[in-house]
């Protein structure tokens, strides 16, 4: 079973800041099978990056994807402040089939 | 516009049961495979079940297996997660979402906003 580990848990940061959040797997995962969500308070998660890299509809050019193998990272190049919110990271494993997140990093106000 | 509207959810005893609903509209449902996810409330997202567009497969997380099980009706536009022998554990926020596809990947584009269901006696 993959396990994702995100990193770190919680990021202060000021709007304007860059935000670099890593997500690392246990094993080797498909780049076609990485994924990135937002989530604020009382709402559902929202797509940002899928295939590792690239933006989901709507989603502005500040947030970027790169990685493969078992090192993936999200980058937020200028932090806005509805940018402040939890991130997730999403893989899918085929031996057994299933999906998995990691635990979330959590983007705060400084 | 895609909906996704979660419905069923509710306080019920240890070792009972509960179905959830899932209503689709705005786009063709037949096409997509479907997944259900799970959030304990201030926790992270945990996977529970996918259906492919067809039901031809199945799959659940450990966690759940043998206890749920996942459905849907194409002509109705529904999905369905069946939830018997359910344990505190299971008490969470469950989404369902909808799972895109490109050339460059896969995601979950749409959830719905959720339904609560509490495992309590």
């Known amino acids: ?110 | 516009e895609v909906q996704l509207v979660e419905s069923g959810g509710g306080l019920v005893k240890p070792g009972g049961s509960l179905r959830l609903s899932c209503a689709a509209s705005g786009f063709t449902f037949s096409s997509y495979t479907m997944n259900w996810v799970r959030q304990v409330p201030g926790k992270g997202l945990e996977w529970v079940s996918s259906i492919s567009s067809s039901s031809s497969y199945m799959f659940s997380a450990d966690s759940v297996k043998g206890r749920f099980s996942i459905s849907r009706d194409n002509a109705k536009n529904s999905l369905y997660l069946q939830m018997n022998s359910l344990r505190a554990e299971d008490t969470a926020v469950y989404y369902c979402a909808r799972e895109f596809y490109d050339s460059s990947g896969y995601g979950f584009d749409y959830w719905g906003q959720g339904t609560l269901v509490t495992v309590s006696s």
């Open chain 1, 1 to 110: 079973e993959i396990v994702l580990t995100q990193s770190p848990g919680t990021l202060s940061l000021s709007p304007g800041e860059r935000a670099t959040l890593s997500c690392r797997a246990s094993q080797s995962v498909s780049s076609s099978f990485l994924a990135w969500y937002q989530q604020k308070p009382g709402q559902a998660p929202r797509l940002l990056i899928y295939g590792a890299s690239s933006r989901a509809t709507g989603i502005p050019d500040r947030f970027s994807g790169s990685g493969s193998g078992t090192d993936f990272t999200l980058t937020i190049s200028r932090l806005e402040p509805e940018d402040f919110a939890v991130y997730y990271c999403q893989q899918y494993g085929s031996s057994p089939p299933r999906w998995t997140f990691g635990q979330g990093t959590k983007v705060e106000i400084k």
